[in-house]
């Protein structure tokens, strides 16, 4: 079964973490968390690896290749004038991974 907590590519560098938030405000599935030193991985596998954590996070304490998995399968699904929601996402997640699918929708 897919596990996009290890097939994801994302990653938090907590050394180089200010503890600023930005990535809690910017993530769209709530994949980080708030703590008392740096930020934490809370839900790893509702990564859909957008990039937005990245690009907003202010010393590059996160890296993730976004245009993969689930956010490569929406905007080829964009492209393609096709819907997500009716089941044409091909990234191999199910219902509790999958930005098509479960409480991410
Ligand atoms: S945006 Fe970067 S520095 Fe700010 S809390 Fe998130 S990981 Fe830490
Ligand atoms: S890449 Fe997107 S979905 Fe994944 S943790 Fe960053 S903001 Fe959230």
Redesign the pocket.
Known sequence: MFDSYTENT?RLHTDRCINCRR?TE????A??AAGEDTVTIARPA?????????GNCPVQA?E?E?GVGCAWAMIGAALRGKDLDSGECSCGGDDSTCCGGGENR
């Not at 910017?26 to 599935?29: F, Q």
């Not at 509702?46 to 990245?54: D, R, V």
């Open positions: 994302l990535c910017v993530c769209p599935h994949v980080f509702a990564c859909m690896e957008c990039g937005a954590c990245a996160i993730v976004s």
